[in-house]
């Protein structure tokens, strides 16, 4: 994708949901959600051990981040593959990222997009945010921007806020589909709600442009300021723009617009 803002592919943001269990499972998904990282290593790799795949790809996972145990991204792949064979899509999605970097196995850009279709056709979002964004790289499939887009379009309809950022990219750009401001503008604020600061910052830029939004100093200073405070690849230069912005104010306008950062809550 032809981009005009300073942006390099976003990470997926790690979103995970566990059901109402009880038990083990449940001891297992309290510690790791309250950030007991040791102890949720140690319930899940009881529950692992007796073949439960959720267990087994949380494994995986606090292996490739180092939660509760070494970084051990051999060990993360082993995990992620016996989640797998059990048709774990959270775990094929992770083996597609791995094979596509080269984490813990040699770089095989196809056998990474092969997992990452197949993550994604069973419904998982952030496998599709993924493929979306290996059909925009080319990465283990030809370029393809329309493509990119379906993929993007579908974890964005599940709510996933980094395919909703880049779905906006894509409708701004005119990358993939026509280019429509107004759509952009949707798609960014859905993103940007959720917290996500590449989204909150192209939600800025829109408003300071007036693209597809009347222009808007003190809403742009909001999303900016917002983005700053938040790690992303446009962290910096959001920082930059809100204090861009913060100069062309007046100052009843930078009072209301501080006081909308200080209030503001994710969705």
């Not at 606090?62 to 993360?76: L, N, P």
């Not at 887009?149 to 974890?155: E, K, L, P, S």
């Not at 107004?182 to 910052?201: D, M």
């Amino acid at each position: 994708m032809r981009l005009h803002l300073k942006v390099v592919t976003a990470a997926a943001a790690l979103a995970l949901v566990f059901p109402a269990w009880c038990g083990p499972r449940a001891d297992a998904a309290g510690a790791y959600q309250a950030h007991d990282y040791a102890t949720a290593f140690k319930d899940f790799q009881a529950l692992a051990d007796k073949g439960d795949a959720h267990a087994e790809y949380m494994l995986g996972l606090m292996y490739h981040e180092g939660q509760g145990t070494a970084q051990d991204y051999a060990q993360a792949l082993s995990w992620f593959r016996k989640a797998a064979a059990q048709a774990d899509t959270n775990a094929e999605s992770y083996l597609g990222l791995m094979y596509s970097n080269g984490e813990g196995v040699a770089q095989d850009k196809v056998v990474g997009f092969n997992w990452l279709y197949k993550a994604a056709a069973q419904g998982n979002a952030t496998a599709q945010f993924r493929l979306g964004i290996a059909y925009i790289d080319g990465k283990g499939t030809p370029q393809d921007d329309v493509h990119a887009v379906g993929w993007f379009r579908a974890a964005a309809n599940q709510g996933n806020s980094d395919a909703e950022f880049w779905l906006g990219l894509s409708y701004d750009q005119a990358e993939g589909v026509p280019q429509d401001y107004a759509a952009a503008v949707t798609w960014y604020r859905k993103s940007a709600e959720q917290g996500n600061g590449l989204g909150q910052y192209a939600l800025g830029l829109m408003y300071y442009k007036g693209h597809g939004v009347a222009a808007d100093v003190v809403e742009a200073y909001r999303w900016f300021g917002l983005s700053a405070a938040r790690e992303s690849d446009l962290r910096a230069d959001a920082g930059k723009m809100r204090d861009a912005v913060a100069a062309t104010m007046s100052p009843a306008e930078l009072t209301k617009a501080q006081k909308l950062v200080r209030e503001w809550k994710s969705k």
